[in-house]
């Protein structure tokens, strides 16, 4: 059975008389199965892009565009195949003129399992010094019936007190440069009783080590929040 999922890639570039290179970026270092991203390019000259993908490969779900002091396009796309993974490069005319952008590579995780309860810690290389961690959490909530008044009930989800989302320290860390961002989803109640209901949790921090030749250590101190459930392994970052 062929798997499916949506991420998000991220392709900026602006052009003008001086260069026609294009550069394409990811957002997302390592997207799994089920995460949706966007392909997409700026630019205050083009008013539309064609996203030119091997059908094999992508499926473009659909278009966005967005306009402010440059345009910017995007498409929401689906992958096809989990592993490693490219897009590019993607040429197209203009004005007379053939632009073209790199080619990016990135692998594809696989999807994370049907539970309602765990966590999942990710470290993806970008080059020698710097590395993306990601923390995929999920914690299990509890349905919650209140009565509005007599004739009506509300039925809510909501994430049971006894876990919170796990986090780096970056406060704490020397050594290092590190951005970060993160999302949550919605917490829906399940009616029927046999489903699974849970807050789904995902940060991405980006770490980049400052001095060459001291390697940075991530212990399990490093983080807050992690379950004892979880059996956490040192992060090493040349």
Known sequence: MIKHFFFFIALFFSINCYSQALQLDLSVPQP??????????????????????APEKFRVNSYSAFTGAETSFSANIEAIHIGQNEIGPLTFEFNGHTYKTNVIKFTVADSLPNVGRGIWLRKVPVNDSTVYIIIDQRIPAHNRITRPNINS??????????????????????????????????????????????????????????????????????????????????????
């Open 32 to 53: 799994r199965l089920g995460e949706s991203f966007y392909l997409s390019f700026s630019s205050d000259t083009l008013s539309k892009q064609i996203f030119n993908l």
């Open 153 to 238: 009930i509300s039925m809510t989800a909501e994430v049971n007190s006894d876990e919170k989302e796990a986090r780096l320290q970056t406060d704490s860390i020397e050594n290092a440069k590190i951005e970060e961002w993160g999302s949550s989803s919605d917490t829906k109640p399940d009616f029927t009783g046999t489903g699974l209901s849970y807050g789904s949790y995902y940060k991405c921090y980006k770490v980049t080590v400052l001095s060459i030749g001291k390697p940075l250590v991530l212990t399990k101190q490093a983080f807050e929040n992690l379950p004892d459930y979880y059996k956490f392994e040192n992060i090493t970052i040349n």
